[in-house]
């Protein structure tokens, strides 16, 4: 098993930058493809951003596109979503997600979740 542990969410204003953690124990070892998801009031979970095991390989949503830079720290076993031009559009609760093989920006393609984290971003 592996537990996810993310942090780093908070209330800012549009335009501002967060970055969110998340960290991983147990067998870590196991993993490869590490993503955030994110689910926003009233709506479905959406794919947010995702990264390879080696880091080379990166995907993001449209919306994000740009605005947002996901990374990991292999030695840390955490993964981190730098958030920069926060928009009211990008309030949300943010999910960390790790899978054993392959993912990316396939939901159901995740074994592990974290909790989640608020982000709220006021115009």
């Known amino acids: 098993q592996v537990q996810l542990v993310e942090s780093g969410g908070g209330l800012v204003q549009s335009g501002d930058s967060l970055r969110l953690s998340c960290a991983a124990s147990?067998?870590?070892?196991?993993?490869?493809?590490m993503g955030w998801f994110r689910r926003a009031p009233g709506k479905e979970r959406e794919f947010v951003a995702a990264i390879s095991r080696s880091g080379s390989n990166t995907d993001y949503a449209d919306s994000v596109k740009g605005r947002f830079a996901i990374s990991r720290d292999n030695a840390k076993n955490t993964v981190y979503l730098q958030m920069n031009s926060l928009k009211p559009e990008d309030t949300a609760v943010y999910y960390c997600?790790?899978?054993?093989?392959?993912?990316?920006?396939?939901?159901?393609?995740?074994?592990?979740w974290g909790q989640g984290t608020q982000v709220t971003v006021a115009s």
């Open positions: 997600a790790a899978s054993n093989y392959y993912a990316m920006r396939y939901e159901s393609s995740y074994h592990y």
């Open positions: 147990g067998r870590t070892f196991s993993v490869n493809d």
